[in-house]
């Protein structure tokens, strides 16, 4: 086999594997327009001053307002970036930690891959406000889902996200993508919230 056909064959690969994930986990069509002012995805339900929000229902009338979610400029997505220094999970180079400061169990990160590899999160991500869509604004993704994390260690994934809908096997694949940055990934409890299994 020539070069040219092994680059020919590897190319061809490579392009079905990231178009997989493109079409596979695409922003769910219900969620299409979130971002924009008087959109019917969710509302106001606070009162002056307390911005609270839930999924638009039958309830709403013409005098519902709307919340609307936050899409990240690639300026703005920079603050959400995740970086692995010495196997720990950093964020504007200071480590994650999830773990509330008079609590045992911690709370969680919602998180997405980019298709180039790259992870997003946050610690916060009030309804109608910050959604898994806000990382990439409105692009698909590689996977999305919730983690925890301890003092910058990794301790459990899962993919919860009712905008991308993600498979467990892509929640697998980020474990492996985050094992090839030097995160220790043994002692991570991986769940798949669609499924309800957990390991």
């Given at each position: 086999m020539s070069f040219r056909t092994l680059l020919l064959a590897v190319t061809a690969i490579a392009a079905t594997q990231i178009s997989v994930y493109?079409?596979?986990?695409?922003?769910?069509?219900?969620?299409?327009?979130?971002?924009?002012?008087?959109?019917?995805?969710?509302?106001?339900?606070?009162?002056?001053g307390k911005l609270v929000c839930q999924a638009w229902d039958d309830k709403a009338t013409k005098d519902t307002k709307s919340c609307v979610v936050k899409y990240a400029s690639p300026t703005e997505r920079a603050m959400f970036l995740v970086t692995v220094k010495n196997g720990k999970l950093m964020q504007a180079g200071a480590l994650m930690d999830s773990t509330p400061k008079k609590m045992s169990d911690p709370t969680s990160y919602i998180f997405v891959e980019s298709p180039d590899g790259k992870f997003y999160a946050s610690p916060i991500n009030p309804i109608g406000v910050i959604h898994h869509s806000t990382f990439l604004a409105g692009g698909p993704v590689k996977t999305a889902g919730e983690i925890k994390v301890v003092q910058g260690v990794l301790t459990s994934i899962?993919?919860?996200?009712?905008?991308?809908?993600?498979?467990?096997?892509?929640?697998?694949?980020?474990?492996?993508?985050?094992?090839?940055?030097?995160?220790?990934?043994?002692?991570?409890?991986?769940?798949?919230?669609?499924?309800?299994?957990?390991?």
């Open positions: 493109a079409e596979d986990f695409k922003l769910d069509s219900h969620y299409v327009g979130e971002d924009k002012p008087n959109n019917h995805v969710w509302k106001s339900v606070g009162s002056p899962n993919n919860s996200s009712g905008h991308y809908k993600p498979s467990a096997q892509s929640t697998t694949e980020a474990l492996d993508d985050l094992k090839k940055l030097g995160v220790d990934i043994k002692k991570v409890k991986v769940a798949d919230v669609v499924k309800g299994s957990q390991n």
